[in-house]
């Protein structure tokens, strides 16, 4: 099988020209934001992204939304709440969780995190356990993800040191 690399633009143009069979194609693409730590790394982790039904989404679900900041960009956050026809996400790497937006907002969900050589099944037991501990930590998080934040900005300052 041919691997072929796309942009997150492309692989939406993809899904609105044929929703049905471009769905079932699983993108990878590479995480730029800290807004997911600690679970998704900046520049270091990838994620398996396929297109989700709206009657498919669960609150835990990590899914990719059009951002409303950078321009327009795309972002992957985990879903926090759903009520009716529309949901709230929330960054595990952020202290307050997102505006409510549509459902039909939500264009992917993740399946896989590739992180080196370890693979994390976004569905298996054992992550999903991990997920809820964290967001039950939601008032400690500023002080759990300062050192994650002391990196990332390290590491933007002296990429050749990481």
Request: some cysteine.
């Amino acid at each position: 099988m041919e691997k072929i690399s796309l942009t997150v633009e492309q692989w939406v143009a993809l899904l609105e020209q044929s929703p049905e069979g471009a769905g079932q194609i699983p993108v990878w693409f590479q995480v730029t934001g800290c807004s997911m730590l600690p679970f998704v790394r900046p520049f270091r982790d990838d994620v398996m992204i396929v297109a989700v039904k709206e009657e498919e989404l669960k609150v835990g679900d990590i899914v990719l939304f059009p951002g409303k900041y950078n321009g327009g960009d795309y972002c992957l956050h985990r879903l926090y709440r759903i009520e009716g026809d529309r949901v709230q996400t929330f960054g595990d790497g952020n202290p307050h969780p997102d505006h409510w937006q549509p459902k039909s907002q939500i264009l992917g969900k993740a399946l896989l995190i590739k992180r080196g050589r370890l693979t994390i099944d976004c569905e298996s037991p054992r992550w999903v356990k991990r997920f809820r501990l964290w967001n039950s930590l939601l008032l400690l998080r500023p002080v759990l993800l300062l050192p994650f934040r002391v990196m990332n900005k390290l590491h933007r300052l002296f990429p050749r040191l990481f």
